[in-house]
């Protein structure tokens, strides 16, 4: 009667979802609880984020205001139609990300992962123009940060201020986006094991915010660097 009782036992633990049997941290009185510390605690990192980019947005426009010319003459060398596919591709990104975490909260598993691995694919592709497209064309010319600048065909003396400030923005974004895709592709990894579900999603919810700051600062990034002439 026992092991009857036991093999019944085992056999409805391996049917309930992977997400219906995680049990919240021992230090938290429930799932509720731990989602909302989880949430609190992304939200104060995520202020850091904005800090950090500010610092950035600050210098753009202090040095812009100094070398006005410099700076025009420099964003002319940008492609507005890279920067603006890439936006596309951004707020695509942003979307199924949004949806991901709208399939975990309705049991939708198929649509979850394929709404992971779009959001990675989108991210793939932001960096993948990034570089093959901007930035390695851009380095073989010379037109490098500081010292490094050897752009013959420069009409301002100050034009490699323009680039440092562009290669740190755009730099430090991408570094953004490369541990976003990580994020990502770990929840891609569990949701293969059926780890989110209505009952879990705490980690999608919260890399969801993530991914959605990296697409917001882009969204900043994009008209200071490549519209404003």
């Known amino acids: 009667m026992s092991a009857i009782s036991t093999h019944s036992a085992t056999e409805t633990t391996a049917k309930t979802p992977r997400w219906a049997r ?9 799932h509720e609880e731990e989602f909302d510390a989880c949430k609190l605690g992304m939200w ?24 006005p010319e410099a700076f025009s003459k420099g964003s002319h060398h940008l492609d507005w139609r890279w920067g603006g596919l ?6 695509i990104s942003s979307f199924t990300i949004a949806y991901s975490i709208r ?13 992971l691995l779009i959001t990675l694919i989108c991210g793939g592709l932001f960096l993948a123009i990034k570089f093959i497209f901007e930035y390695g064309p851009k380095w073989a010319e010379g037109k490098r940060p500081g010292n490094l600048f050897l752009y013959p065909g420069a009409e301002n003396p100050h034009e490699p201020i323009w680039w440092s400030i ?19 592709f770990w929840l891609y990894i569990r949701s293969l ?5 209505p009952k879990h999603y705490t980690g999608v919810e919260v890399v969801g915010l ?4 990296v697409d917001l600062i882009w969204i900043f990034l994009f008209p200071l660097l490549y519209l404003i002439h």
Do not use: C, P
């Open 44 to 67: 104060l990192f995520l202020t850091t984020e904005v800090l950090l980019f500010a610092g950035i947005f600050v210098a753009y426009a202090i040095f812009r205001a100094k070398y």
């Open 86 to 91: 890439n936006t596309v591709i951004l707020l």
């Open 103 to 115: 399939n975990a909260q309705t049991n939708n598993q198929v649509w979850l992962r394929r709404n």
């Open 193 to 197: 094991k059926g780890t989110y579900g």
């Open 210 to 213: 993530y991914w959605h700051l």
């Open 166 to 184: 562009y290669y740190s923005a755009t730099g430090i974004h991408a570094s953004h986006v490369v541990i976003g895709m990580a994020l990502i």
């Open 22 to 30: 995680t049990r919240h941290a021992h230090h938290f009185r429930s």
